[in-house]
Structure formats: C-alpha cells, structure tokens
C-alpha cells in the first residue's frame, strides 16, 4: 500500500460526495479509482472493435442469449 500524504482539490472531492450520496472522503477516492479503471478498460476494448475476425459460422447472438 502506498502511504504518501495527498493534497486533494476539497471542492471536487465534496462534489463528489454531493453527487454520490457517500459520506467519507476514503469511499468517494475508491469509487473515483474503480470507475476509472473501469472506464479506462472499456476505452482499451474500444481500440479492438472491428479488428477481430470471428471463424465462420459463429454465432455471436447465441453467446448472448440469457445476459
């Protein structure tokens, strides 16, 4: 775990707090980590669309029937 002192902008972070209905500062920074990891990933397969080639015959809506 990394243990530094962090200067944090404390009209984004209550912003956030306003804006999620959470109450601490330590819940609002791990939310605004996954969601960014998160959406970082879902920009990274963005970068793949259209280059895969599926074998022939595959049935990508099948995959997806019971989501």
């Known amino acids: 775990m990394i243990n530094k002192e962090l200067l944090l ?37 963005l970068d793949i669309a259209g280059k895969i080639e599926f074998q022939e015959g595959y049935d990508y809506k099948k995959c997806r029937e019971g989501i």
């Open 9 to 45: 902008n404390d009209k984004l972070i209550q912003e956030a707090i306003d804006l999620s209905g959470i109450k601490t500062k330590d819940e609002v920074l791990v939310v605004a980590l996954q969601e960014f990891v998160a959406k970082r990933k879902r920009l990274n397969l």
